[in-house]
């Protein structure tokens, strides 16, 4: 069974100061693992496809990487929109098409 | 850009009423999935949708039922709605081909039933 941990529950940043947010996991066979923003009261936005351990992507302050065991969403110099709940899910190829999320990581960024 | 709509924002229902929530995909995605989000709990999987009239229980499909007539339109019945089913339920669609198969989600609708 497909399991996802994210760490911590919540993270209240000053604006400017980087962090990161931690997702592991446990999949029998990775076919991917997505990173989503979620707004409050809104459907989760799509952020990040990663395939790989040692692959990365970037979009504005945001970049994910993955290893073989968890994945990590790095957030540099935050502005107060970034604020948000992160989710973090995977899918396998045992044939099971929906995802498993984790819990989520809500991100409160102060001015 | 893909765009996945739900019919409601906003749903009140009285327990055991009938209750239809309606997703429509504009992308001929092969693939289709109802959620729901509950605080603490996280998303949960109710059913998904492979093809037209074709579907597969998730991990919580108890009290829930579904129906996929045409590819674009995946619908989530509550047959007779009790108190907790209250919640945000989700919607999400997803090409079902190749090595990437990113779902993309609706907005929600958020369910209470008094």
């Known amino acids: 069974e497909d399991q996802v941990t994210q760490s911590p529950e919540a993270l209240r940043l000053q604006e400017g100061e980087s962090s990161s947010l931690n997702c592991s996991y446990t999949v029998s066979g990775l076919r991917g693992l997505f990173w989503y923003r979620q707004d409050p009261g809104k459907g989760p936005e799509f952020l990040f496809t990663l395939y790989s351990a040692g692959e990365e992507k970037e979009k504005e302050r945001l970049k994910a990487t993955l290893t073989k065991k968890e994945s990590f969403l790095h957030i540099t110099a935050p502005k107060p929109e970034d604020s948000a709940t992160y989710l973090c899910a995977v899918q396998d190829w045992a044939g099971r098409r929906a995802l498993t999320f984790g819990s989520g990581t809500r991100l409160q960024v102060q001015p | 850009d893909v765009k996945v709509t739900q019919s409601s924002r906003y749903l009140v229902k009285r327990t055991g009423e009938k209750v239809f929530l309606e997703c429509v995909q504009d992308?001929?995605?092969?693939?289709m999935f109802w959620y729901r989000q509950d605080p603490g709990l996280g998303l949960r999987l109710i059913y998904f949708?492979?093809?037209?009239?074709?579907?597969e229980k998730g991990d919580i499909p108890e009290g829930y039922s579904v129906s996929r007539e045409k590819k674009e339109r995946f619908s989530l019945i509550l047959e007779s709605a009790s108190t907790n089913q209250t919640s945000m339920y989700l919607c999400a669609s997803s090409l079902g081909q190749g090595d990437t198969d990113t779902q993309y989600f609706g907005p929600g609708t958020r369910l209470t039933v008094l």
């Open positions: 949708s492979y093809d037209v009239k074709m579907k």
């Open positions: 992308m001929d995605h092969e693939n």
